[in-house]
């Protein structure tokens, strides 16, 4: 598992475009709970279901999991709306599953993005699992910004 620091400051994009810089600190306090949790949960799947050297799932649980399960005429009917329902192809079981390569990230990467401006996703041919939680709504335009801005960061920086 390779671990990414990107800065010692995050950047708070603001209404009307202005982006403000803030140590972690401030911007990760109300956070600080959830990511462990989340990060541990993304290992367990990149490590086919283990974590601590412990089974929590079967490796066909994980292997169906991160699998795209959609039909090519439900594909059709995602994409005709955009990058709404995702720019990566295809959903497995409770996740979002990249079946092509548009940008970054991999195929075969796994994840998902939130409402309400969270995004965490797992990519096993990187070994990479990026976890970004906010409390920006997916209804402004700076939060599909602030997301491609901090996916573009991580993987640059692992390059």
């Not at 999991?65 to 409770?94: C, I, N």
């Not at 548009?102 to 401006?117: E, H, I, T, V």
Request: aromatic share 10%; proline share 5%.
């Amino acid at each position: 598992m390779k671990v990414v620091g990107v800065s010692r400051w995050l950047a708070a994009y603001l209404p009307g475009g202005r982006t403000a810089w803030r140590p972690p600190q401030q911007v990760l306090s109300v956070t600080r709970h959830r990511c462990p949790w989340t990060l541990r949960a993304y290992r367990m799947l990149l490590n086919k279901g283990t974590l601590g050297g412990e089974r929590v799932l079967s490796r066909a649980s994980v292997e169906l999991m991160t699998m795209d399960h959609l039909t090519p005429g439900q594909k059709v009917e995602k994409d005709a709306f955009g990058d709404h329902f995702g720019r990566h192809g295809g959903f497995g079981f409770g996740m979002a599953v990249r079946t092509h390569r548009r940008d970054l990230a991999s195929p075969g990467q796994f994840g998902w993005d939130g409402g309400l401006g969270t995004t965490a996703y797992a990519d096993p041919a990187k070994d990479l699992v990026g976890i970004l939680l906010t409390q920006s709504a997916m209804d402004s335009v700076h939060t599909p910004r602030l997301h491609r801005d901090f996916w573009t960061t991580a993987y640059q920086a692992i390059a």
